[in-house]
């Protein structure tokens, strides 16, 4: 799981059928003591998440087809899992 800021929200008429009726967000990494990282990943929204807000993503295959309730394998990896409330770190 990697720590991340939601940077805006990524459109789409035509995709496929696995992220059809999901919302898709641009999330920047950050480090755990609150600064953004290089990169930018495309990740489905399964918590409500919102511009600004710093989320959890799970960016696992087996995860993506547990938490979405797929059948089969999907083309589909980055999900935002939460929203942290607060971070606390000793990492200076």
């Not at 399964?46 to 959890?56: H, M, P, R, S």
């Amino acid at each position: 799981m990697v720590l991340g800021r939601v940077i805006g929200n990524v459109v789409s008429t035509i995709k496929h059928d696995c992220y059809k009726n999901k919302k898709l967000a641009l999330v920047k990494p950050i480090s755990p003591d609150n600064k953004l990282k290089s990169g930018v990943q495309v990740a489905v929204d399964l918590v409500g998440a919102g511009k600004g807000d710093t989320v959890i993503l799970s960016s696992e295959g087996r995860a993506a087809e547990e938490l979405c309730g797929f059948s089969s394998r999907m083309p589909l990896r980055t999900l935002i899992v939460g929203i942290v409330d607060s971070l606390e770190s000793d990492v200076k």
